[in-house]
C-alpha cells in the first residue's frame, strides 16, 4: 500500500452531504471517493497541461506553418455546409 499523508480542505455542507451520499451508495469511504475524484482531476489537467505544452513547442519551432484564420473558418464553414446537405438527402 502507498504511503499516505492527510489533507483537510473545506467543501461546501451540499457537497459533503452529496458525498456521503455516493459513500452510503457505493459502499465506500469519502475518503476513497475523494481520492479517487482528486486523482481524476489529477489525471485530466496533467495530460492538458502536457499537451499545451507540446503544442506551443511546435507553435515555437522554426518550421512552425501558421494558417490564416480566415481561409480556415471558409474551409470549416464548407464542411459543415456539405455534412449539412448530405444529412437532408
Known sequence: ???????TIRVPIETMNRLAD???STERSK???ANKAIEEFLD?????ILAIEEAV?????????????AN?????????????????K
Open 31 to 33: 475518503s476513497y471517493l
Open 44 to 48: 485530466a489537467q496533467e495530460w492538458q
Open 72 to 88: 480556415v473558418l471558409a474551409r470549416m464553414k464548407k464542411k459543415v455546409a456539405a455534412a449539412r446537405k448530405s444529412e437532408q
Open 1 to 7: 500500500m502507498p504511503q499516505t499523508t492527510t489533507m
Open 57 to 69: 513547442k511546435e507553435a515555437d519551432a522554426p518550421d512552425a506553418d501558421f494558417q490564416n484564420h
Open 22 to 24: 455516493v459513500s452510503r
